[in-house]
């Protein structure tokens, strides 16, 4: 069974960056597309991008390709968001996601992690 | 790309069948077949319950079932369960240049 663990919640200030972590067990990592999605409270889900390690592809919402970074460790099977320029409305859960990329479908979740934006 | 659009609400009693709309745009469900819906209990992570707008991945209940005409996918829950009471997704893939799109939820709960 497909794992995804993502680190914990973090708090920062406007305009700063915030990276956060989804550790892969139980699959195959560096083919697989590890996506991200987005979910601020009370709010539904916005895809943000994904990446697939073996080909150092990566695919951005139109809406966030300014301020995010997807990379991966395919040594640690870690998929990694980096988001910049942070501002109030990018308080959110992030959830990690596996794609399976025949059916289009999103197969394997991360707990989530939360981060909040404050000044 | 906008949300694809969902009804915010839609409730029924225990035992009754419920139908959950998923209207999308020619570009997205309009031609693709990678149509998922997905449950999210609060607090917790989506689940995926349907892949390719009719398939159930493996220990999802045959109580729920997707079918797709148009732009238009849905899904649908038989025999109502008080545990069926969640919030749901649609999700379609768009193309290479907007990849997926999510639906803007639906609650739903079980009177």
């Known amino acids: 069974q497909e794992h995804l663990v993502q680190s914990g919640g973090e708090v920062r200030k406007p305009g700063s960056s915030v990276k956060v972590s989804c550790k892969a067990s139980?699959?195959?990592?560096?083919?697989?597309?590890i996506n991200w999605v987005r979910q601020a409270p009370g709010q539904g889900l916005q895809w943000m991008g994904g990446?697939?390690?073996?080909?150092?592809?990566?695919d951005y919402a139109q809406k966030f390709q300014d301020r995010v970074t997807l990379t991966a460790d395919e040594s640690t099977a870690t998929a990694y968001l980096e988001l910049g320029s942070l501002r109030l409305d990018d308080t959110a859960m992030y959830f990690c996601?596996?794609?399976?990329?025949?059916?289009?479908?999103?197969?394997?979740w991360g707990q989530g992690t939360l981060v909040a934006v404050s000044s | 790309q906008s949300a694809l659009t969902q009804p915010a609400s839609v409730s029924g009693s225990p035992g009754q069948s419920i139908t959950i709309s998923c209207t999308g745009a020619n570009n997205d469900i309009g031609i693709f077949n990678f149509v998922s819906w997905y449950q999210q209990h609060p607090d917790t992570a989506p689940k995926l319950i349907v892949y390719e707008v009719s398939k159930r991945p493996s220990g999802v209940s045959n109580r729920f079932s997707g079918s797709k005409s148009g732009n238009t996918a849905s899904l649908t829950i038989s025999g109502l369960q008080t545990e069926d009471e969640a919030e749901y997704y649609c999700c379609s893939y768009a193309g290479t240049s907007v990849a997926y799109v999510f639906g803007s939820g639906t609650k739903v709960t079980v009177l």
């Open positions: 139980g699959g195959t990592f560096n083919d697989s597309a």
């Open positions: 996601a596996k794609i399976n990329r025949v059916a289009g479908s999103f197969d394997f």
């Open positions: 990446i697939i390690p073996m080909f150092e592809r990566t």
